[in-house]
């Protein structure tokens, strides 16, 4: 793991919570900080890529983490707008990173004003499913891109959580998976994170635990492996 092994590369990393709007003023979100996909960011710009920050909802100081002359943000709000934003950005990346914890719905409609309590009973809110978009980059990846996704898990143990994530990797598509355990205390808005790293065919190709940025460490390591065996 040299400082310089990403020098020149284009890398794109989505980050944060997406949030679907239902009215005006309310949203559905989610407990994303967006801290893992900043480093992430942060990591591969220190390791000289060219790279752009995707960036959903992200919690306050955080985004201070991706101040660098090599990082690029592009803000966005909704999981339709980050679809949108990744799937132009991708087109000249090398890497593309889908850190974000992007909604699974959608409210079907969106109120143009401030729903009410004198309707005068429960609001009901339909929803609607989402593009799965780390999905569809792997589908429309070009040859020698990497596209990396995220799978954050609530198992009853770790044999469970690896198979649920190898079905994910497959089902979607990318080629590396780095796999999370969440839950009320752990991950998601924590300042450490503890993965598994699953290279291609499902294969375990790196773990690590600790903060945020050396976890993001780890896994560049592996993408760094992974283009070398892509381009050799
Ligand atoms: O299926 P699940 O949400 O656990 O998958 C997580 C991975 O899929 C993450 O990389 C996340 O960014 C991505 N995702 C996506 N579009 C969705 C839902 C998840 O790209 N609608």
Same mark, same amino acid.
């Given at each position: 793991?040299?400082?310089?092994?990403?020098?020149?590369?284009?890398?794109?990393?989505?980050?944060?919570?997406?949030?679907?709007?239902?009215?005006? /003023?309310?949203?559905?979100?989610?407990?994303? =900080? !967006?801290?893992?996909?900043?480093?992430?960011?942060? @990591?591969?710009?220190?390791?000289?890529?060219?790279?752009?920050?995707? =960036?959903?909802?992200?919690? !306050?100081?955080?985004?201070?983490?991706?101040?660098?002359? =090599?990082?690029?943000?592009?803000?966005?709000?909704?999981?339709?707008?980050?679809?949108?934003?990744?799937?132009?950005?991708?087109?000249?990346?090398?890497?593309?990173?889908?850190?974000?914890?992007?909604?699974?719905?959608?409210?079907?409609?969106?109120?143009?004003?401030?729903?009410?309590?004198?309707?005068?009973?429960?609001?009901?809110?339909?929803?609607?499913?989402?593009?799965?978009?780390?999905?569809?980059?792997?589908?429309?990846?070009?040859?020698?891109? #990497?596209?990396?996704?995220?799978?954050?898990?609530?198992?009853?143990?770790?044999? @469970?959580? #690896?198979? *649920?994530? *190898?079905?994910?990797?497959?089902?979607?598509?990318?080629?590396?998976?780095?796999?999370?355990?969440?839950?009320?205390?752990?991950?998601? @808005?924590?300042?450490?994170?503890? /993965?598994?790293?699953?290279?291609?065919?499902?294969?375990?190709?790196?773990?690590?635990? !600790?903060?945020?940025?050396?976890?993001?460490?780890?896994?560049?390591?592996?993408?760094? @492996?992974?283009? /070398?065996?892509? #381009?050799?």
């Amino acid at each position: 793991l040299t400082p310089g092994d990403l020098a020149g590369v284009r890398v794109v990393v989505s980050a944060g919570g997406t949030r679907e709007p239902i009215d005006p /003023v309310r949203f559905l979100g989610n407990r994303s =900080s !967006g801290r893992q996909g900043v480093a992430l960011a942060a @990591e591969a710009a220190a390791r000289g890529a060219e790279v752009t920050l995707v =960036s959903a909802h992200i919690s !306050g100081d955080v985004l201070a983490e991706a101040r660098h002359p =090599s990082i690029r943000i592009v803000p966005v709000g909704a999981a339709a707008d980050l679809a949108e934003a990744m799937t132009r950005e991708s087109e000249v990346a090398d890497v593309v990173v889908m850190a974000a914890a992007v909604a699974d719905y959608r409210p079907v409609q969106v109120s143009e004003r401030k729903l009410t309590k004198e309707g005068g009973g429960v609001p009901a809110i339909d929803l609607i499913e989402n593009e799965d978009i780390v999905a569809s980059l792997a589908a429309a990846r070009r040859p020698g891109q #990497l596209v990396v996704g995220f799978a954050a898990e609530t198992p009853e143990d770790q044999a @469970e959580m #690896l198979a *649920r994530a *190898r079905g994910k990797q497959q089902r979607k598509g990318v080629d590396v998976l780095v796999v999370n355990e969440v839950g009320w205390e752990r991950g998601f @808005e924590s300042v450490e994170n503890a /993965v598994h790293i699953l290279g291609p065919g499902g294969v375990e190709a790196g773990a690590a635990s !600790g903060s945020k940025r050396a976890v993001a460490a780890a896994i560049w390591g592996v993408i760094a @492996e992974q283009r /070398v065996l892509n #381009l050799s």
